[in-house]
């Protein structure tokens, strides 16, 4: 046995000074904390969690937390995150397979001032209204990029939408903005 917990071979791989650091998955506290840690050391950390979608991706890493900590944690997250990438496999169209429908939320200057201020319930239209300039883009606006194509049926799209009612909108080209509702091209 080389080591006793994950978290303890992730802190002994962190003093061989390593520029990534990859994390099969986040399952505890204490791996979180480390890799939370690396990160503010200035090394690259990728890692895994199941989650749906990038707001649940945050919450889960805040909400892992005791509450005393949790402000703290938000300070933290929202000046090292650089990035959320979730995904679903869906059924392809013509049934070769499976195709990912992906969500990307990357920090950009509102994501982290919505995570510092606890507000990431706003973290799905921020990442829709703002995906143009950022290259961001919702799971919803994914699946409408793979029907749209062809690639995925709108049956499919339905069953792995997280939000189906506004994926039915979004496959109509409404598109829910910051402020008001926003027709897409």
Partial sequence: LDTRSFAEALRRA????PDIVLIGE???LETISTAITA?????????????????????????????????QIRL??????QGVVSQR????????????AVEVMVASPTIR????????????????SS???FRMQ???QSLVELCQRGWVTTEEAMAVSPNPDQFKLNLRGIFSGSSSEQVRR
């Avoid at 990038?54 to 900590?69: E, G, L």
């Avoid at 933290?76 to 995150?81: D, H, I, N």
């Fill in 138 to 140: 919702t799971l919803n």
């Fill in 113 to 128: 001032k919505l995570i510092e201020e606890a507000k990431t319930g706003e973290l799905g239209r921020t990442i829709e």
């Fill in 26 to 28: 986040m399952r505890d």
């Fill in 76 to 81: 933290q997250l929202s000046v090292v995150l």
């Fill in 39 to 71: 990160a503010e050391t200035g090394h690259l950390v990728l890692s895994t969690l199941h989650t749906n979608d990038a707001t649940q991706t945050v919450d889960r890493i805040i909400d892992s937390f005791p509450p005393h900590q949790q402000q």
């Fill in 131 to 133: 995906g143009n300039f």
């Fill in 89 to 100: 496999l869906c059924r392809r169209a013509d049934g070769a397979g499976r195709i990912a």
């Fill in 14 to 17: 962190l003093r061989q000074d």
